[in-house]
């Protein structure tokens, strides 16, 4: 008895001991060491604004947007991407057409215009900075551990 | 004699209407009047030309001034910025005294309080927003180019989508600025029907 009332009081150290080792090796995310201590806030990065289309890391990711979208009014006036980017415009503009998938509602039905849940484009589009990422990232690419049928091009 | 003489002069001098002081007392005081006059007009001219003068009506703080803040001509990395009269008066006297003149509409307006709420001033902002691309566009940007000018616009250094669309219609002479920069400085208001600008054609927004 005495035994495993010992065992019970010791267990929380152990379990302390453990996850104090898991955090020395996790990447911290927020904040310096300790944590009360206050550090200088970093640059803000600049925008990436090169007009070079990136590629996507996976096949459905929304196309990330390589220009400056400051003070781009999307409300229920204007839509200012949709004067670029929309499929009227494109010849004039030589912006990607936006995706047919966008003039389609939830239930797959064509549309005669831009479904409304596709009209607010920086939900899923987004302009990115030069900062570099906090946490390396080891995603691999479909393409890069499979090949698939007629050898993927 | 001689004292006798000089002294009737001297009292027909003094005893009669002088004939050339009113003459320069006119000449003097018109020209002192005529400075504190011009002087004046041109002072509150200019004072009512400055910023804190428009946005001392609660119209124009809390909607145009307010949209502005958030815009590139307040804020932004070189800290040169555009005040109100910079874009919507002309610096040029004439045209400024005529703009002046059409201001005195906005002065009923205000005293009338046609744009008192958000919701009035949001109901009429097509036609105040086409009044001032009306404006800029029969001056051919004017007021833009009192700042950005075409000869100094270095497209090399832009982005390949703002040089070529400078080079196909800003140099040509084809556009003017404002027929692009609509809403640069301010909210847009419903875009239907205007030339060069395209609705939202979002659907079931017609």
């Given at each position: 008895?005495?035994?495993?009332?010992?065992?019970?009081a010791?267990?929380?150290?152990?379990?302390?001991?453990?996850?104090?080792?898991?955090a020395?090796?996790?990447?911290r995310l927020?904040g310096p060491?300790?944590?009360?201590?206050?550090?200088p806030?970093?640059?803000?990065?600049?925008?990436?604004?090169?007009?070079?289309?990136?590629?996507?890391?996976?096949?459905?990711?929304?196309?990330?947007?390589?220009?400056?979208?400051?003070?781009?009014?999307?409300?229920?006036?204007?839509n200012?991407c949709?004067?670029?980017?929309?499929?009227?415009?494109?010849?004039?503009?030589?912006?990607?057409?936006?995706s047919i998938?966008?003039?389609q509602?939830r239930?797959?039905?064509?549309?005669?215009?831009?479904a409304?849940r596709?009209?607010?484009?920086?939900?899923?589009?987004?302009?990115?900075?030069?900062?570099?990422?906090?946490?390396?990232?080891?995603?691999?690419?479909?393409?890069?551990?499979?090949?698939?049928?007629?050898?993927?091009r | 004699m001689?004292?006798?003489?000089?002294?009737?002069?001297?009292?027909?001098?003094?005893?009669?209407?002088a004939?050339?002081?009113?003459?320069g007392?006119?000449?003097?005081?018109?020209?002192?009047?005529?400075v504190m006059?011009w002087g004046?007009?041109n002072?509150?001219?200019?004072?009512?030309?400055?910023?804190?003068?428009?946005?001392?009506?609660?119209?124009?703080?809390?909607?145009?001034?307010?949209?502005?803040?958030?815009t590139?001509?307040f804020?932004n990395?070189?800290?040169v910025?555009?005040?109100?009269?910079?874009?919507?008066?002309?610096?040029?006297?004439?045209?400024k005294?005529?703009?002046?003149?059409?201001?005195?509409?906005?002065?009923?307006?205000?005293?009338?309080?046609?744009?008192?709420t958000?919701?009035?001033?949001?109901?009429?902002r097509?036609?105040?927003a086409?009044?001032e691309?009306?404006?800029?566009?029969?001056n051919?940007?004017?007021?833009?180019r009192?700042?950005?000018?075409?000869?100094s616009?270095d497209?090399?250094?832009?982005?390949?989508r703002?040089?070529q669309?400078?080079?196909?219609?800003?140099?040509?002479?084809q556009?003017?600025?404002i027929?692009?920069h609509?809403?640069?400085?301010?909210?847009?208001?419903?875009?239907?029907?205007?030339?060069?600008?395209?609705?939202?054609?979002?659907?079931?927004?017609?």
């Amino acid at each position: 008895m005495r035994v495993i009332l010992a065992a019970l009081a010791a267990l929380p150290a152990v379990v302390m001991g453990v996850t104090g080792a898991l955090a020395v090796d996790a990447p911290r995310l927020v904040g310096p060491d300790p944590f009360n201590t206050e550090a200088p806030a970093p640059p803000i990065a600049p925008d990436l604004t090169d007009d070079r289309r990136k590629t996507r890391n996976y096949p459905e990711q929304p196309p990330v947007i390589p220009h400056n979208i400051r003070d781009y009014q999307i409300d229920k006036n204007f839509n200012r991407c949709l004067s670029c980017h929309s499929r009227k415009y494109t010849e004039q503009s030589q912006a990607p057409m936006i995706s047919i998938s966008h003039y389609q509602d939830r239930d797959g039905n064509m549309l005669g215009g831009l479904a409304p849940r596709r009209y607010f484009c920086t939900a899923c589009h987004v302009p990115q900075t030069t900062a570099n990422p906090l946490v390396e990232n080891t995603f691999r690419d479909l393409d890069a551990i499979t090949t698939p049928p007629g050898g993927g091009r | 004699m001689a004292l006798k003489d000089s002294l009737r002069t001297a009292w027909q001098t003094f005893s009669r209407p002088a004939a050339y002081f009113s003459l320069g007392f006119l000449t003097l005081g018109g020209f002192l009047a005529g400075v504190m006059f011009w002087g004046g007009f041109n002072t509150i001219l200019e004072a009512t030309n400055k910023e804190a003068f428009c946005i001392s009506c609660h119209e124009m703080q809390s909607n145009p001034y307010e949209e502005m803040k958030q815009t590139i001509h307040f804020t932004n990395r070189s800290g040169v910025r555009a005040t109100c009269p910079d874009c919507h008066v002309p610096h040029n006297w004439t045209d400024k005294i005529a703009r002046k003149m059409q201001a005195s509409k906005e002065v009923w307006g205000h005293i009338f309080g046609s744009i008192d709420t958000r919701e009035k001033f949001v109901e009429m902002r097509r036609t105040l927003a086409e009044h001032e691309w009306a404006r800029l566009k029969a001056n051919n940007s004017l007021e833009c180019r009192n700042c950005h000018s075409a000869e100094s616009m270095d497209i090399t250094k832009q982005g390949a989508r703002a040089a070529q669309a400078h080079e196909r219609y800003l140099f040509s002479g084809q556009m003017t600025c404002i027929d692009c920069h609509k809403g640069i400085a301010h909210r847009l208001p419903d875009m239907t029907g205007v030339a060069h600008w395209q609705p939202t054609e979002a659907s079931g927004q017609q």
